[in-house]
């Protein structure tokens, strides 16, 4: 009745040796490093029979009153200036010392050899089939348990479906963060600013001009009170140019330079943002953002040299970014056209507003001392470029 059982445990004892030998092969083919001094010391005084020349090397350090540390860097070095089949045989008495009692050794050989098939000769049946012929029953070769410990080895590697499903939603959470840091400069400017924070400097409280007030701020400015807005014009920009009328609109509103001042006759034309991106620079993003808001009949005003001009709103329209028909005269004697891009935060059209001079009587205007330029441009000036399309134009280059 025990005998099946007894079968089975050698099967198993048999299959452990069979893989600790094959591993110990693998192990006899690098010598790089020595057995410990202190397993190698005990094996040499506990041994009582003939002792081989590594052991009484050992023998005689153990026994010359070196400390451990010293025996050590002595074994070291002994160890290190022998050839590789010596090496092997240290490595032997090693595993002689340390094999359980009853226990065959295997032969350890290089390795190289040790999967290299013997040569077949005509006649002559595989030797890996013949072997496995004569195995006893419920044995398993050293091939085979090396293809078990390996498959189980490679099935650790493969990743669960859960696992597969948390690193895909992981990649996709990466990739979505990252490309809304990119986007989120065209969002901004688009959608969110114009309408949640239109301007820093628009403010709640309604804007009153007293015209009898004869005080007047010396800082030139353009002053609309029904969307709010006070800010600095900027009349020392003399060049028409689109990168220079950008740098101007970083401090506020630009007059155009090859138009009339305020108190001249003719149009003057001011140009402001709707908004931009906050990588953008300049407290003057939002300026004309609400301007759209302006009807026929609303009045607003410019200040400069200390004078204050009224202009009430007759002509509201969009127009492509080439009309540059708006830059110029207009049938009345003086007027002011407030331009900016339109939908807000993109350089698609250009929303035009058109007031005219009410007060001072414009009869009393001078004429033009508008700056000639020999630069013809081509476009209407517009906002800045957006994140998006910077991102095109780093592209295209």
């Not at 030998?21 to 094996?43: T, V």
């Not at 990739?175 to 688009?190: D, W």
């Not at 993003?285 to 200390?306: P, Q």
């Amino acid at each position: 009745m025990n005998q099946p059982t007894n079968s089975h445990h050698r099967s198993e004892r048999d299959e452990a040796n069979l893989a600790a030998n094959m591993i110990r092969q693998k192990i006899s083919s690098l010598y790089e490093n020595e057995p410990g001094a202190k397993a190698e010391a005990l094996d040499a005084i506990e041994s009582s029979g003939h002792r081989s020349k590594h052991q009484e090397f050992m023998h005689q350090l153990t026994t010359s009153g070196k400390s451990l540390a010293g025996i050590q860097t002595a074994w070291h070095a002994y160890y290190s200036d022998l050839p590789d089949n010596q090496k092997h045989e240290v490595w032997q008495e090693f595993y002689s010392a340390h094999q359980p009692a009853g226990q065959p050794i295997a032969e350890p050989k290089p390795a190289h050899h040790i999967n290299a098939p013997r040569p077949i000769t005509p006649g002559q049946d595989h030797p890996i089939k013949h072997t496995r012929h004569h195995r006893a029953p419920g044995q398993r070769s050293v091939d085979d348990i090396k293809h078990q410990i390996l498959s189980k080895v490679r099935g650790h590697k493969k990743l669960k479906a859960r696992e597969h499903f948390q690193s895909l939603i992981f990649g996709f959470g990466l990739g979505s963060f990252v490309l809304l840091i990119m986007l989120f400069g065209f969002f901004n400017e688009r959608f969110v600013a114009p309408f949640i924070t239109p301007s820093r400097h628009v403010t709640s409280t309604p804007i009153i001009i007293d015209p009898n007030n004869s005080a007047v701020d010396p800082q030139p400015k353009i002053i609309i009170p029904k969307i709010n807005v006070e800010i600095p014009v900027v009349y020392d920009e003399p060049s028409i140019e689109e990168n220079a009328v950008q740098r101007a609109l970083e401090r506020g509103v630009v007059h155009y330079a090859t138009t009339p001042n305020p108190g001249e006759q003719g149009n003057t034309v001011i140009f402001g943002h709707s908004s931009n991106n906050i990588f953008n620079k300049g407290r003057y993003k939002f300026a004309f953002v609400l301007l759209s808001r302006l009807e026929a009949g609303d009045v607003f005003y410019l200040t400069k040299d200390g004078k204050r001009y009224a202009f009430r709103v007759y002509k509201k329209e969009v127009v492509k970014p080439d009309a540059l028909g708006v830059l110029g005269n207009t049938d009345k004697l003086a007027t002011v056209t407030l331009i900016t891009c339109d939908p807000p935060g993109t350089s698609l059209n250009r929303l035009v507003v058109i007031g005219e001079q009410i007060s001072p009587n414009p009869s009393a205007n001078i004429a033009s001392t508008a700056l000639k330029s020999s630069l013809q441009p081509k476009l209407i000036p517009s906002n800045a470029p957006s994140l998006l399309q910077r991102f095109t134009d780093w592209l295209s280059r």
